[in-house]
């Protein structure tokens, strides 16, 4: 049958190739009967005058070969509008001629109009017995649809065969799709229907195809519906994916049908992980820019979405308040959270840390000045250096200067007390089990110290104040009541440490299998 219409199909074509080849000589002429209308010149007289025999001849060929081949009156439809076109133009010349000088053509002029009008109806024709033939002669769905290109082929020549056209076509759709109704296989089925429903889109209610596609659809509907139970039971992404698409298609074939849309909402919870974070007092909340640099890191199954409202009142620190919370937000719950509870605390408390340093006052005494001027360090070596250099040659500058030295000791008395805090992701997403998927340290510190300096030397070197706190070192209780006043920044530190976190979010594989 494919051969048949291949045959078809190759000798339509040529004859249509052949006419727009034969056609040169026409294009030619409109060029050159368009530029003869604006202004008649020699060259393109002379031109036009050989060109035109030409186009003449060509055109009556191609009128008379149009009966000689099953599909030859499509040469004069792609054709035509040419002619017309040049027909158009030498209708404008007076007389039926064009002249220069002495000279002139008497030009043929024609209204091709009815020639197309008529060559169109006979295409149709040819295209839609074509098309039946194809029909006739196979035997099986694929063979009888390549018809519907023949048939699509009359219908741009005219619409006189139409809706003979759409009942040939409503039967073939009608025909498999009731052969493939008898299947057991579901995409048997499933073409079925939709060529019941293609049959009706071509003659509404055709036969009873509108009633034998309602018997099918509750058929098509539970055979989805049972294959996305069987791929919600894989607790994989992907299959959990696949199974709240057939879920949703099985609500498709029929509406609501049983409760597909519930286990595809159920699904739909499990597959995404709603991240909230939660800050030292149980409130949950949303950090600003959050959102943006968790989801840029994460895959897309990682969500952190706006919505908060169902959390008010709750104490998502206390996990006795999970399934509350589960409940009312209706979808799978991922938390990040600090576990104050599991702080631990390390005292840091050692020997008091002595220092000491010399410290220098440098002065300069000019020649027959009694009193010595303070200067800083890099005066004093610059003119020490010029002294010792006279001094060295046998030469008194006069000048002198001097260093007054003594020795600072500084004893500094520390403690301190660091707190690592849990910051954790939590996995509710089955309240009644939660499970923590992932920790990591956040580091407080609590330090108190005391500083005494002492100076011993010359009273010119001596700092102008000493450091002298007289006062009690914390003890590690105190210092650990003053960490747990400070607040505990859950959103800064997730941002710090985001890549870890979007890491271990995307570890999360478990998917909540439907009942």
Known sequence: MKKVFSCLLIFCFAGIFTGVFAQESVKEAVELADKLSNKVKKG???????????????????????????????????????????????ATFPEGKIVFKEESIDLHVVDYKPVLADAKIKSCDAYFAAGKKILSSASDYDGQYESF??????????????????????????????????????????????????????????????????????????AVYQQAVLESQTETLEAQQKAYDLFIESGQWVKDYKDSREKADMISAGMEIHVFVVDKNGTVFLPQKF??????????????????????????????????????????IVIIKADISAVKYDYQAGAPKVTTETKNYYTLK????????????????????????????????????????????????????????????????????????????LYQKRTDSKTVETYDGDVRAQPKKLTVENKTIATKEELIAGIKTQEVNVAAFVKSHINEFAAELDK???RHPVK
Not at 292 to 313: D, M, N, R, W
């Open 366 to 441: 000019k020649r027959d000045e009694k009193e010595e001027e303070e200067i800083d360090e890099q005066t004093y070596k610059a003119s020490k250096k010029i002294i010792d250099f006279g001094i060295n040659n046998n030469a008194d500058p006069g000048d002198r200067v001097f260093i007054y030295t003594g020795e600072l000791t500084r004893t500094v008395e520390s403690a301190s007390v660091t707190a690592d805090i849990p910051v954790e992701i939590w996995d509710l997403r089955n309240p009644e089990k939660p499970v923590k998927v992932f920790q990591i340290e």
């Open 291 to 332: 959102e943006y640099e968790l989801q840029s890191k994460t895959k897309k199954h990682v969500v952190t979405p706006g919505e908060i409202s169902a959390f008010e009142g709750l104490d998502m620190n206390n996990p006795a308040n999970y399934s509350a919370a589960v409940k009312k937000y209706g979808k799978g």
């Open 44 to 90: 393109t007289f002379n031109d036009f005058k050989e060109v035109y025999v030409k186009a003449i001849a060509e055109i009556d060929k191609i009128i008379a070969d149009a009966p000689n081949s099953e599909f030859g009156y499509d040469a004069i439809a792609a054709n035509a509008p040419d002619w017309i076109e040049l027909n158009n133009i030498l």
């Open 149 to 222: 290109k023949m048939f699509l082929k009359a219908n741009e020549y005219g619409d006189h065969h139409k809706d003979e056209i759409l009942n040939l076509r409503a039967e073939v759709y009608y025909n498999e799709a009731v052969r493939l109704s008898s299947s057991t296989d579901l995409t048997d089925l499933k073409k079925s229907v939709n060529l019941f429903y293609d049959s009706n889109k071509m003659v509404d209610g055709y036969k009873d195809n509108k009633a034998k596609r309602e018997e099918l659809s509750p058929k098509v509907a539970e």
């Open 508 to 510: 999360i594989e478990y």
